[in-house]
């Protein structure tokens, strides 16, 4: 009887285990969905700037992107730094040619005429290109699950 005893509590003792690492498990994939989604966000903030960048709202950018240094890495936070800072200085030259009075001359005009060409083409082939590959890395779902029975 005492033999019986002690094989149930045992077995009972694994249940409880069994199940406590089932909750466990569970609220760690809700936590990485729930991340998953806020990061997804970041990203389509990044595709729809990127995909009307002439006509963007920087502060909406900023507004929609700002959380990204907490759910990303530094390397995707000062990605996006730099694509805002791009996104400002092709402002900057596009406002300074619609000035009359600031317009510059040669050689200053053709040297920002090529500056802002080769952002625009950063921000409209390039940077939506390599987007998806660098977010990728760190939006995957796929990691090994220490689930062993399911």
Aim: charged share 30%; net charge neutral; with cysteine.
């Amino acid at each position: 009887m005492e033999t019986f005893q002690i094989i149930s509590t045992s077995v009972l003792g694994l249940i409880a285990i069994y199940i406590a690492w089932r909750h466990w498990w569970t609220d760690e994939l809700k936590r990485r969905h729930d991340l998953y989604e806020r990061r997804l966000k970041v990203y389509d903030a990044l595709a729809d700037f990127l995909g009307n960048f002439e006509k963007a709202d920087g502060n909406e950018f900023l507004r929609q992107v700002r959380e990204s240094r907490f759910l990303f890495s530094k390397g995707i936070s000062d990605y996006l730094d730099k694509i805002y800072l791009d996104w400002l200085r092709y402002i900057a030259i596009r406002q300074i040619f619609a000035d009359p009075v600031c317009r510059p001359e040669e050689p200053e005009f053709s040297k920002l005429s090529k500056e802002k060409r080769e952002i625009a083409e950063r921000l409209k082939f390039q940077i939506p290109a390599t987007a998806t590959e660098k977010f990728a890395k760190e939006m995957s779902l796929n990691s090994p699950s220490p689930c062993i029975c399911s």
